[in-house]
């Protein structure tokens, strides 16, 4: 069944402008950003499933921090505005709420490919299947995603899917073309 949560979103299967995903929650994440800032917000699952997979960490001495969480369609087309890099609005997944951005203090809470090589990409990459989060953007995966490495990109599509796509070794656009749902 195609839910919200496992909905997939990428450059060929964009959201509509006016998706707004339904439970837009501040449950207090270690975000680095204000505290009013709209960054700070997820969908509500996502949300709770995310504060579990960062407290369990915690308790495991692995310092997470979440830099990004929802990015409304509006934000999404001003930062492409001033960058064509990042992903064109209804491209991104972080309009649905269910995309999180994380880093940690040996990376200077920056969104590098150095992450990966941190105990923190290290224990994120192994536990966030889980907790119901892949990393969407894999290494090898690039010509399938269309996007380049994000080992600090984490997105929610339940713990079911999740789990089904780490035995595997898929990618959301691979599951989707083997459930003959879509052509890639
Ligand atoms: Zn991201």
């Known amino acids: ?5 496992t909905r997939l979103i990428n450059k060929k299967h964009p959201l509509p402008a006016d998706y707004i995903p339904r439970d837009l929650v501040d449950i207090g994440l270690p975000f680095t950003c204000a505290p009013s800032d709209p960054r700070r917000l997820l969908e509500k699952k996502a ?9 369990r960490a915690g308790q495991e001495g692995i310092s997470l921090y979440c830099i990004s969480g929802y990015r409304s369609y509006a934000r999404q087309k001003e930062l492409y505005r001033h960058d064509s890099y990042v992903a064109a609005p209804g491209m991104s997944e972080h309009q649905s709420g269910l995309a999180l951005d994380l880093s940690c203090p040996a990376v200077n809470m920056e969104l590098v490919e150095a992450f990966s090589d941190t105990p923190e990409g290290i224990w994120l990459a192994r536990h966030a299947p889980l907790y119901g989060f892949i990393l969407r953007y894999p290494a090898n995966k690039e010509s399938i995603t269309e996007y380049p490495y994000e080992p600090w990109h ?16 898929m990618v959301l656009e691979e599951y989707y073309a083997i459930s003959k749902k879509i052509a890639l």
Request: aromatic fraction near 10%; include cysteine; glycine fraction near 4%.
């Open 1 to 5: 069944m195609i839910t919200d949560y």
């Open 47 to 55: 949300a709770h499933k995310a504060m579990e997979l960062i407290t």
């Open 154 to 169: 984490i997105r929610y599509v339940s713990c079911q899917l999740s789990t089904y796509l780490a035995k595997t070794g």
